[in-house]
């Protein structure tokens, strides 16, 4: 079978950091292709090369066996190489059609009865489930990563690449995603698959090229692999993965939340008579696509954001409309969702670990350096940090700057952990040591929040499972009896239920 795309000895440089160091690739005609790796190894620093986003330093790219310099995606497009990034380039006010033909029409006059007629036998030819008329701010994740797909089919792409396609789909739209494909794949389309998922490169893929520390460690047949030795090329090692493995006795009411409402940034309903209950020695996971009020759940459950109706208690202490500090004192432990906000990039390890206790380690006026290195130190240890306390924090990978914010929180022994998102944009080697950590929380006997998109996560951790839909929760039930497809109902909305847990 030929190949369509060659990339050869590409290396990229980001100052002193190598993300690519000469790596080959090639694609072949109507293959669905996977580059499989950590968080950083690589994969879409690659492929926006291939797209036009990066320049390669080294190496050289042929298209259908000749050479060609992409300069920027409209290069790209040209060449028949179109892109779905993780964040869609749509214009939510526009229709469909508007959104598929915009810059692509050679006309300045849009003939809307036109452009949907032809963008819906595009569609229809390209097996593309979508109404040309629906506005784009009114569809599902799902359908406008469709409507994405189908912008880059309606510019002649013979070459579609994917960036983690699946990250923001619940499991029925990831169906519906892998029926496309293999449908297109039929017509002689050619994919590649960035992914960290090893069961999605088992189910859809027919080469997988694996990436660790920016190099090509190898590129295999799926049919001749397995999930196990794929993991091995990936980190290292065969096995991975933490989870719950024993039940425990759930204690007293640690959290509660009865009738609580809030609104979002721009004053809309984001929270929804939520009336939840998280015990002490449970971790109760929160499942939903991204989007759907778990912002909102995090902050007013931390005091960052005022609710407008309902109550919080911890414990028996009402702490509804207290500040952070409030919340914190009444053995709240919130782990930020995102690290890089969570922490103060130009203070060093050791302050950012005492930031929250900084009265702790003051003498008169003056900060007690000395008792805050060893305290920091403590922790290092206790947390297995890859740093000295006199590191600045904006050095250190996104795995050790998360092991400092779960260090800053848990080294406090809360009641609760309010973990939203906490091993989002992680590798697997770091994912597991989070995911420990919480578990360990459980085992002490806090009541653990889990708020996270990741579906095998919820499943994984949790003892309960509520699933939260347009800032309602929709659906609670025992972690042993979920299914993937059950929770994938509710997040889509299809499946709601009262639930009142308190």
């Known amino acids: 079978m030929d190949n369509i795309i060659e990339m050869q000895a590409i290396t990229k440089r980001f100052g002193p950091v190598i993300a690519n160091r000469e790596v080959n690739f090639s694609l072949r005609q109507g293959e669905v292709h996977a580059l499989l790796g950590e968080n950083g190894a690589g994969k879409t620093t690659l492929m926006r090369i291939l797209y ?40 939510p006010t526009l229709s469909v059609a508007e959104n598929v033909v915009l810059g692509f029409t050679g006309s300045f006059r849009l003939r809307y009865a036109e452009i949907e007629e032809q963008v819906a036998a595009a569609a229809l030819r390209f ?231 900084l009265m702790e380690f003051t003498k008169g006026m003056t900060l007690d350096r000395a008792a805050m290195l060893a305290y920091a130190e403590d922790l290092i240890a206790q947390f297995q940090i890859k740093a000295r306390p006199t590191d600045p924090i904006r050095t250190l990978s996104g795995g050790n700057m998360q092991k400092v914010l779960l260090a800053r929180v848990l080294a406090r022994n809360p009641k609760v952990v309010i973990a939203p998102q906490p091993t989002r944009g992680l590798d697997i080697g770091a994912t597991d040591y989070v995911r420990e950590q919480l578990l360990a929380q459980r085992k002490r006997g806090a009541g653990v929040l889990l708020i996270s998109e990741d579906l095998d996560e919820i499943l994984a951790l949790s003892d309960r499972i509520a699933v939260i839909y347009e800032g309602e929760i929709v659906g609670l039930l025992p972690a042993q009896e979920a299914t993937a497809e059950q929770l994938g109902l509710m997040m889509a909305g299809a499946v709601k239920e009262e639930v009142n847990d308190v």
């Open 52 to 91: 036009g986003l990066y320049h390669p330093d080294e190496g050289m790219i042929f298209v259908r066996q000749q050479a060609v310099r992409i300069h920027s995606p409209k290069d790209a497009i040209a060449l028949g190489i179109g892109m779905v990034t993780q964040h869609f380039a749509l214009v």
């Open 127 to 357: 097996g593309i489930d979508i109404d040309p008329s629906a506005i784009v701010g009114n569809l599902s994740v799902g359908q406008r990563q469709r409507v994405e797909i189908l912008k880059a089919l309606y510019r002649n792409a013979k070459v579609l690449i994917l960036d983690e396609p699946t990250a923001v789909l619940t499991p029925q739209e990831v169906d519906a995603l892998f029926e496309t494909l293999r449908r297109l794949q039929k017509e002689g389309l050619s994919v590649v698959f960035i992914t960290h998922k090893l069961d999605e490169v088992m189910a859809i893929t027919d080469r997988v090229t694996v990436l660790r520390d920016g190099q090509v460690i190898e590129t295999v047949e799926t049919a001749h692999t397995s999930p196990s030795a794929l993991a091995r090329m990936m980190v290292g090692r065969e096995t991975f993965g933490v989870s719950r493995r024993s039940s425990m006795e759930a204690g007293a009411p640690a959290l509660q939340m009865v009738g609580l409402h809030a609104l979002d940034d721009q004053n809309m309903p984001a929270l929804k008579n939520i009336n939840l209950t998280v015990r002490h020695g449970e971790i109760l996971g929160i499942a939903g696509v991204g989007g759907n009020g778990q912002r909102e759940l995090a902050e007013t459950l931390s005091g960052v954001r005022p609710p407008t109706a309902g109550r919080i208690l911890v414990g028996e202490h009402d702490v509804t409309g207290g500040s952070p500090a409030d919340f914190t004192a009444a053995g709240v432990g919130r782990i930020p969702s995102d690290r890089h906000k969570g922490v103060v990039g130009e203070l060093s390890v050791a302050e950012n670990l005492t930031l929250e206790r």
